[in-house]
């Protein structure tokens, strides 16, 4: 047992009990088993929405089955003339209660498989005629838990993943093409299958946990490109984005929970080829350990170890690296919020990403308690006092110039992060290299509670509405330089007028598709008082940028004129529930609601300046 395992998560997370019929039947709607079981290999096909693609896949699998093999469907939502076409084939069929996702799908049916060798392949893969004889072909050396095929394109200029095609040798590789892969059931069943709240790196977590776990070597997972099937990265370049992002928000959440996980692809490339493939028969063709034994296992050592070493701490500051540069760099502009600075600079403190520098710019607030409240960070944060009061703007690039980093969040004093936000923005900063701002998602706290849920690609032309994306949006130092940092001379909606210049130089911000931005509404903030002289500054904005206006007024018009008709239709409900509230306030109990019915008449005459402006 690896006891490294439990420096920084409890390891019992990663057990799963068992595969088994009465683990997968409760989670069935019906079973039909049209086919008796198969002798040596089942090969599992999970179904969502499919239609020719599949009915072509299961007429290629039923010619080469014979005796020696089987297929297994997992209908994980069908149409019903996809269902009643499938059940004409001669194959073991069974419908799941709803969507379980791929890997749900998978771990289902490999709990009816009472065949040694089980293999899995996508609904919407192209096989050859001799697909089942090379499951048995690569599995022919006992001692090899799992093999993953290799990967052709099926649409010319279609996007390719790297990892797809790794050549014509086969080597140890950890399976990381699950829809194309060949287990031996036994070992796969009582590892507990895939992680089923991941898509995407589900076979190389398993394969981690099987290795630190179970006993298994390296050795025993293997590509072999004899195993093909023709299928498509994405077939259209526009939804390539997301799918990039998505598959990297898994990444980054298995990486979280499993920490050790680089360390083990790390020992597959250490791995010499020829030699290592030899000596894998060496090893036995299941798991050492069962995981009843390694849960024993696991909660001896845990009892052993001192909490400090099962649970992580961080209780110091992060530090620069040799060249005295940080990964990322927090700017929070304080002035007269160091009584509520705390919280932000915790969330900071808090991250899971290392190396962030937090700058603290105080911008020369009267209370005289500031500079004695601010310096209890000064352990933790760079603490810079201006002289004079400049507004946000000055704040903040007061603090973006001192930073020692490439990779910038200015954070309002108010306001938080969660844990995760700036390592997720770090990872899409230097995997896509031509993106200049990320933002998230941005939760309401306070006077308002909901999400804002912010485009996922969002343009220079998107921000000549209104400012498109939450202040505490991250970008590139170079953007903040290219872009001439924030208008000093602006005391409201600074933020929004910046995102208009950023995005033209940086080009479409990206957007991560969680809300990790907690943005509080409060009375008396700054916004309450941009509102007031909203007409000036957006006079000011718009006079600024007149000629990016007048170049896209085609496309700003109709979203203000949305705008309108959606803040008309506020004003119009509001009013609705004042005349409901003075009908009300006709009984009795009147005295107990006037209050309320003065607060929504004030909000009505709020919203209707604002409309008519």
Known sequence: MNTSLLRDRPVLEHLKEPLTRASSEPRLLEERMLLGPANDLTVVVVAYNE??????LLRKLTEQVGRRASVLVLDNGLDR???EAVLEFNLHYARARGNLGCCGGRNVGAGLVESPLLSFLDADAAIGDDYV????DVMSDPATLAVRGKVESLTPGAVFAAHYDL????FPRYPDTEGVSVWRSEAFQEAGGFEEALYGHEGVVLCHRMIELYGARPAQFIYDPRLAIGHDFVADPEVLHAKILRNQVFRWQVDRKYPLLESTIAV???LARAQDVQSAAESSPLLVKTAREVKAEIAELRAELPREQVLRRRSAPDAPNDEGRFA???VIPCYNLHRRVGKAVTSVLRQTLDGVEIIIVDDASPDPEARTVLEQWSDVATVIYRSENGGASAARNTGVAAARSDYILCLDADDTITTTYLEDAYNVFEMLPDVGVVASHVRYQGRRTGVWKVADHVTAVDALSESPIGNASCYRKSVWEAADGYDESMR?????????RALQVAGPARTIPRPHYRYLVRGGSKVATSNRNAKSIVTYIVSKHSGAYAANIAQVLP????????ARARAARAELELLELRDAMRIPARSRIRGYASRVKRRVKRVTRRVRR
């Open 51 to 56: 239609r020719e693609t599949l009915l072509g």
């Open 81 to 83: 003339d996809v269902r």
């Open 133 to 136: 004889d090379t499951c048995f």
């Open 167 to 170: 050549g014509e040798t086969r």
């Open 268 to 270: 597959f490339a250490g």
């Open 328 to 330: 990322f760099t927090v």
């Open 492 to 500: 409201g909606y600074e933020d929004w007028e910046y995102w208009i």
């Open 559 to 566: 979203r203000k004129h949305e705008q309108v008709v959606s």
